[in-house]
Nanobody, 117 residues
Framework: QVQFVESGGGLVQPGGSLRLSCAAS????????MGWYRQAPGKQRELVAV?????????TDSVKGRFTISRANAKSKNTVNLQMNSLKPEDTAVYYC?????????WGQGTQVTVSS
């Protein structure tokens, strides 16, 4: 059974940092490109960062230089992290991980990130 479980969100002040983690199960996700997505209130879900199976990364322009996507370690290839630095109020959203392109029937609950003073 494919499952994505996100964690690590919370309330942080502008300029702060958070580290999100995603535990993926049900397939060997090291063989796939993985992505972090986010959905802000009243907006469509958007792709934030991609980590390819061979380790290449790509980011949406608004987070370049601030966010870093990575696998937890060589043994945890089914765990994908998102380090978020210099957070801005516009980063407030529910963050999800999924394969890229996503498996539409398997979105997890996501983790809420709120950036506010």
């Amino acid at each position: 059974q494919v499952q994505f479980v996100e964690s690590g969100g919370g309330l942080v002040q502008p300029g702060g940092s958070l580290r999100l983690s995603c535990a993926a199960s049900g397939r060997i996700f090291a063989l796939y490109d993985m992505g972090w997505y986010r959905q802000a209130p009243g907006k469509q879900r958007e792709l934030v960062a991609v980590l390819s199976a061979r380790g290449d990364t790509n980011y949406t322009d608004s987070v370049k230089g601030r966010f870093t996507i990575s696998r937890a370690n060589a043994k945890s290839k089914n765990t994908v992290n998102l380090q978020m630095n210099s957070l801005k109020p516009e980063d407030t959203a529910v963050y999800y991980c999924n394969k890229h392109p996503p498996l539409e029937y398997y979105w997890g609950q996501g983790t809420q990130v709120t950036v506010s003073s």
